[in-house]
């Protein structure tokens, strides 16, 4: 069973860019690999540009609607769409009002995210693929870490 992560317990720290600010609730890292997955919230109270993760794919989940540009290519997402997309892509988002972001990042070849948004009621969801349970007010996003092979290599 997973774990509850309230992001307003957690101290905001900026964006590797300086752009944003972001609050790291839980990752794990190898020693040979670096960091194997992280899940955080990002604060988006203006248009930017995201940091840049090399060798690591993104699970983005806006909370509210903005545009988002990957590598030239614009999207208009409302809340609780989910975007994939590469760490190393150029990615920005123009938000007309600011919101949050919840995201999550992992390493390729050793897992792959998948984010079930649904009404906070308090609960941690079961299952042995749930990592943990991220409270984003009147939501709760169930955040499931499927591992994709127990001896990777890049």
């Not at 203006?46 to 590598?71: E, H, K, M, Q, Y």
């Not at 969801?125 to 990592?131: C, E, F, K, N, P």
């Amino acid at each position: 069973m997973g774990r509850l992560l309230d992001p307003t317990r957690v101290t905001p720290q900026p964006w590797l860019n300086g752009a944003g600010f972001t609050r790291e609730l839980a990752s794990a890292s190898a020693p040979d690999t670096g960091l194997l997955w992280r899940i955080s919230v990002a604060d988006l109270d203006c248009s930017a540009d995201f940091s840049p993760f090399p060798r690591l794919n993104r699970l983005f989940v806006p909370l509210g609607p903005l545009r988002l540009t990957v590598d030239g290519e614009p999207r208009v997402c409302e809340a609780g769409d989910q975007v994939r997309f590469s760490g190393e892509a150029r990615v920005s988002a123009t938000v007309p009002a600011p919101t949050r972001a919840l995201n999550v990042m992992t390493r390729p070849g050793a897992y792959r995210a998948e984010v079930l948004l649904r009404s906070h009621d308090g609960t941690v969801a079961g299952g042995s693929t749930v990592l943990a349970t991220v409270i984003l007010g009147s939501l709760a996003a169930d955040v499931h870490l499927v591992k994709i092979s127990e001896d990777f290599h890049d």
